[in-house]
């Protein structure tokens, strides 16, 4: 594909994009089932894009790798292994792996950790955890998704402030492509019922008080009363991995 081409498919894809946003923006003010509208919104980018779309899971849960494989079975759903997560993240992708029909793949970062540290000194996500997730998480996750058209992610509304507008459709300048997040609407109450309807995996550390799971060096249970995403990176200025900016 030349340069050209590649160009004016992605204007196409933008145009697509937020002629979506749109349409399901307002989507959303007439659907009152969330699950609904959130398989109107899947079935759209599956119409659209087919095994040019993958998800992309942190495997907090399998809710949104679920959803996409009923419209498209085999479909990769993308893991980051970052070489810090929690033995029970291992634990939720393998099972989800087996439990349904989906194509997991496991995307390493360019160096081990040991590499890292011997080329950045030990500990790196100590001193700084910015350089060390675009090493470790956004880098790797940019160059796996570049052969696609679209990613669906597990993006909430309720995860945080700065996800207060995530949209159900956008367009993602940053890496050329299509970004769904179709259970952006949902409440902790709709996870729990679609869980436990369609015996969907759940990372155990869930129930043991981790609202939110990333990298074991960088997750902490949130004190009482604090944001579910307050147990990530304490003690610094920083709220998102920059997988999503
Ligand atoms: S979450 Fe922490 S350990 Fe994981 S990539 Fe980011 S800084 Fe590194």
């Avoid at 919104?41 to 993958?54: K, N, P, Q, S, Y």
Wanted: charged share 25%.
């Amino acid at each position: 594909m030349t340069a050209t081409s590649r160009c004016v498919e992605r204007t196409e894809l933008a145009a697509r994009a937020r002629e979506a946003a749109a349409r399901f923006a307002r989507r959303e003010q007439e659907v009152t089932d969330p699950v609904a509208l959130s398989r109107e919104v899947v079935a759209w980018a599956v119409e659209a894009f087919g095994d040019r779309l993958a998800v992309t899971s942190s495997m907090a849960d399998g809710v949104t790798a679920h959803l996409v494989c009923q419209r498209l079975p085999g479909v990769d759903v993308l893991f980051l292994d970052t070489g810090y997560h929690f033995a029970q993240t291992l634990q939720t992708r393998d099972q989800v792996a087996r439990s349904m029909p989906v194509t997991v793949r496991t995307i390493e970062p360019r160096q081990t950790v040991a590499e890292q540290d011997r080329e950045h000194g030990r500990d790196l996500f100590a001193r700084d955890p910015e350089h060390c997730c675009l090493l470790r998480k956004v880098e790797p996750l940019s160059h796996a998704l570049a052969p696609y058209d679209a990613w669906v992610t597990g993006l909430r509304r309720e995860d945080s402030p700065a996800r207060a507008a995530t949209p159900l459709v956008a367009w993602d300048a940053d890496r050329g492509m299509v970004k769904v997040s179709p259970v952006a609407h949902w409440t902790q109450p709709t996870v729990e019922a679609y869980v436990a309807e369609h015996e969907v995996p759940v990372n155990l550390l869930l129930e043991q008080g981790y609202p939110s799971i990333g990298c074991f060096p960088c997750t902490r249970r949130p004190l009482p009363g604090q944001g579910s995403r307050s147990g990530r990176w304490t003690g610094f200025d920083k709220t998102e991995c920059g997988i999503h900016p």
